[in-house]
Every structure is written in structure tokens, then in C-alpha cells.
């Protein structure tokens, strides 16, 4: 489980989990190609979430997220 307390910081948090995963930015975009966008836009929509320039919409977070293997999940927040 991965959880992400600042928002802005999901692209880059995607990243980071991208890159454990063994995924290449272009070798993962390429893997999207196959069922949404073509290679080029993927690879720029990965290059603006890792560098924080862009977040993904829900919809490109859900096909890139089960290419990694996760679901996306909505967790109560951690009561003091």
C-alpha cells in the first residue's frame, strides 16, 4: 500500500513506484500505447507527472496504475 498525503506529489510518487517496478518512462508508455493514446503522448503525460508539471486525470491514473499492478484504493484517513 502507498499512501500519498500531498497531492501534488502523486506524479512524482508514480515515478518513484514506476521505477521500483522496473518499468522505463518509454517502454511504459509504449505498454499504454497498446490500449489508450499513442506512444509519444504517454511518454510526455509520464514526463509531466514524474517532474511534477501535470497530474494524471483519473482516467489515464487507472490504466497506468493496473499496468503496475495496483489498484487504486480510498483509505480513512489515520485518526491521531
Known sequence: MIRI???AKLGQTLGT???TQGWGRRELARHLAE???TEATNNLNLWSWDTGRRQPTLDSLGAYLAALGYD???IPKDTP
Open 5 to 7: 498525503h500531498d497531492p
Open 17 to 19: 513506484v514506476r521505477i
Open 35 to 37: 490500449t489508450k493514446g
Open 72 to 74: 487504486l484504493a480510498l
